[in-house]
């Protein structure tokens, strides 16, 4: 039996990369499932990458699971495996906590709105899962048909595509496009799906505003104009 005696940013240190293999190798075969469909551009490649869900990181899970064997003081002694043990479970089910991306993917994901803020105030209490999606909420607008985006989701589930129109910030719009979804599932990370889709980039391309719907003639229909630089 290992004890580990320290602080929490001492276990990152020392223990962080251990965590992290032991969370490459539980997630192994769910990211082989999906054989090299990613869960964001719906493209096929060779090997996909893990990322954490927003709000849902590795650090963030570690820090909740080291909170139970803290002193007041800040400091941590736990079994080294028996804290392994729980923080792997705490990425069951995989597919809630890990997305399976291309490495293009994943790198949008990791720049977009929500991204997991940096591990602060390590001697104390945990880090919180914050409101990831805040950011996106008042920065851009989105609209869904249905309006419920619990419905689209389950609707964009059973229809597998669906349509959208961006609008830039001077107003104007771009064509109707369909968005193919054919690889989307229940497990499948709505707005995560389209702020590295359809949005990806969204702040340098000028697009204020964007709306999403099932059914083509639900969306308001606009003169076709130039598209947001790329």
């Known amino acids: 039996?290992?004890?580990?005696?320290?602080?929490?940013?001492?276990?990152?240190?020392y223990l962080g990369p251990k965590i992290r293999n032991a969370v490459n190798v539980f997630a192994k075969r769910a990211r082989k499932a999906r054989k090299g469909a990613c869960e964001h551009?719906?493209?096929?490649?060779?090997?996909?990458?893990?990322?954490?869900?927003?709000?849902?990181?590795r650090r963030i899970i570690i820090e909740e699971v080291l909170s139970q064997f803290q002193n007041p003081s800040g400091a941590v002694r736990c079994d080294v495996g028996a804290a392994e043990k729980e923080i792997l479970a705490k990425h069951s089910p995989i597919t809630d906590v890990i997305k399976f991306l291309c490495k293009r993917c994943h790198g949008e994901y990791d720049r977009s709105p929500g991204i997991e803020p940096p591990p602060r105030n390590h001697g104390a209490s945990p880090l919180s899962d914050g409101c990831d999606e805040l950011i996106e909420a008042v920065a851009i607008e989105l609209h869904f048909f249905p309006?419920?985006?619990?419905?689209?989701?389950?609707q964009l589930i059973k229809e597998k595509k669906a349509y959208f129109v961006l609008y830039n910030n001077d107003g104007s719009a771009t064509p109707i496009k369909e968005w193919n979804a054919a690889n989307f599932t229940d497990a499948s990370n709505l707005r995560g799906n389209i702020f590295t889709g359809q949005l990806r980039r969204w702040r340098k391309r000028g697009i204020g505003k964007a709306v999403f719907a099932i059914r083509r003639s639900d969306l308001p229909i606009s003169k076709p104009s130039a598209q947001p630089a790329l």
């Open 1 to 13: 039996m290992a004890t580990f005696e320290g602080t929490v940013q001492d276990f990152h240190h």
């Open 41 to 57: 551009c719906n493209g096929t490649f060779q090997e996909l990458d893990s990322a954490h869900v927003h709000g849902k990181g």
């Open 147 to 154: 309006a419920d985006e619990a419905v689209f989701k389950a």
